[in-house]
């Protein structure tokens, strides 16, 4: 017998905008880098109860690493597992970044106005009535973040080729929501934001 898969989103995500959805439990979310070195803040929380949310700290101190790759468990601050990583082409992804900020961006950049990633998520989680306490330390996909064995960090340049994705399997029904980063101050980008692909597919009965 072979088993049907439903493709139940497949949308493109332009420089800059957002996205935002539920992800049933077992179902497969695809997050491609479309062009390269394009930086993905994501956010993720139980469904049924999203005071349950992605919590970066445990997920680093569980898994023993800094970064998020093949095998990782992305696990919410009541201890429950809110997606596992089943594939990844990029093999490193940041979990110390955050995002950026209208506020961050002028403290850095001196930069007081202009797309951000913050404002993109407030956008993102309104439509699930959250807003600014529901925010919290965020993963970015395809961005590198190295620590220096003196503690340095800095936004470089990331690994991700053109076409490299990672594939998140649901644990329980997720709220996810993401912006496709419009940072042009730092590496993040490649100072260049192009777009990126969110696809989530769900397995049915055998056929």
């Known amino acids: 017998m072979k088993t049907t898969t439903h493709q139940l989103v497949d949308e493109t995500i332009k420089p800059g905008g957002h996205w935002s959805g539920v992800v049933p439990k077992g179902a497969i979310l695809r997050l491609t880098d479309l062009e390269g070195r394009q930086a993905v803040d994501f956010l993720c929380y139980?469904?049924?109860?999203?005071?349950?949310?992605y919590c970066a700290a445990d997920t680093m101190k569980i898994s023993g690493q800094l970064f998020v790759g093949k095998g990782t468990k992305l696990y919410s601050?009541?201890?429950?597992?809110?997606?596992?990583?089943?594939?990844?082409?990029?093999?490193?992804?940041?979990?110390?970044?955050?995002?950026?900020?209208?506020?961050?961006?002028?403290?850095r950049y001196g930069v007081k106005e202009g797309p951000n990633c913050r404002d993109n998520f407030l956008r993102a989680l309104s439509k699930f009535g959250l807003g600014k306490k529901d925010i919290v330390a965020n993963l970015n996909f395809f961005m590198y973040v190295p620590v220096t064995p003196e503690g340095g960090m800095a936004i470089v340049d990331g690994h991700s080729k053109p076409g490299d994705y990672v594939d998140l399997r649901a644990e329980m029904d997720v709220l996810v929501a993401l912006s496709n980063c419009p940072q042009m101050n730092n590496p993040a980008n490649d100072y260049n934001p192009t777009p990126i692909r969110v696809e989530v597919r769900s397995k049915g009965r055998p056929a």
């Not at 429950?80 to 403290?107: A, W």
């Open 46 to 53: 139980n469904a049924k109860d999203p005071s349950d949310r």
């Open 77 to 107: 601050d009541m201890g429950n597992v809110l997606f596992t990583v089943t594939d990844d082409t990029c093999g490193r992804h940041d979990t110390i970044g955050g995002c950026c900020s209208k506020e961050s961006n002028f403290v």
